[in-house]
């Protein structure tokens, strides 16, 4: 994994209709401990962790690093956003910037998601200005469907870790506006 670049970190907090993108803070831990130790979040994670060595492991303000944004609702973390830059990947993404996402199982099912990813693809563009990928398992249906909602179009299909990934591929807002 490589610095995503030239940005101002922590940023000021980006707000949504119904979210709030910042960087993480202490408080979050004990929903940090739930995203990694839950079953159902992990299921195409490579499985959950046990919460023993979560908790022993994971520092007191956890995923402090550029590019980590917490997802808050209502003034309590539902999620995480991921932004970061593969060194070791497949050739047609090592590089980029690398979207991922996390949600506690609560919070599924009510577009969430996907509206704090549009708002930290918005931050990539306006910081960046960068195309991002984003790798999934074809089996992850709800993440196949966001990233086909956020405007990812697949680059290619591959076998990995014992199961089938799907790479996918946004062009920057200005090249967006280029081609159009
Ligand atoms: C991947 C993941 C974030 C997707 O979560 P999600 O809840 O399906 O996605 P969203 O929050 O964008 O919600 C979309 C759903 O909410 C519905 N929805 C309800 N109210 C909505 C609203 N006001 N606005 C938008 N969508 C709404 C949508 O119709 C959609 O349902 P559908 O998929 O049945 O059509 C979640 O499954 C997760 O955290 N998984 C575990 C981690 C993981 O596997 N990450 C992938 C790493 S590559």
Redesign the pocket.
Same mark, same amino acid.
């Given at each position: 994994m490589t610095e995503l670049g030239p940005v101002a970190w922590p940023p000021a907090p980006i707000r949504t209709e119904?979210l709030v993108l910042r960087a993480s803070e202490a408080r979050d831990r004990p929903a940090f401990v739930e =995203?990694l130790t839950?079953p159902?979040?992990?299921?195409?994670?490579g499985g959950a962790r046990p919460r023993e060595d979560v908790e022993g492991e994971l520092p007191a303000v956890p995923e402090q690093w550029p590019g980590s944004f917490v997802v808050e609702l209502d003034g309590g973390m539902i999620?995480q956003v991921l932004l970061r830059r593969h060194d070791r990947h497949r050739p047609a993404a090592v590089g980029k910037v690398d979207?991922?996402? =996390?949600?506690?199982?609560r919070?599924?099912?009510?577009?969430?998601?996907?509206?704090?990813?549009k708002a930290a693809l918005d931050w990539v563009d306006d910081a960046l200005g960068e195309p991002v990928v =984003?790798?999934?398992?074809t089996a992850?249906?709800?993440?196949m469907?966001?990233?086909a909602?956020l405007g990812f179009a697949e680059v290619e299909r591959f076998r990995a870790w014992d199961a089938d990934q799907w790479l996918g591929l946004r062009p920057a807002a200005s090249q967006l506006v280029k081609n159009s």
């Open positions: 119904r =995203l839950s159902e979040v992990n299921t195409y994670l999620g979207l991922g996402y =996390l949600f506690l199982p919070a599924w099912g009510s577009g969430y998601a996907a509206e704090a990813c =984003l790798a999934t398992q992850n249906v709800a993440s469907r966001l990233a909602r």
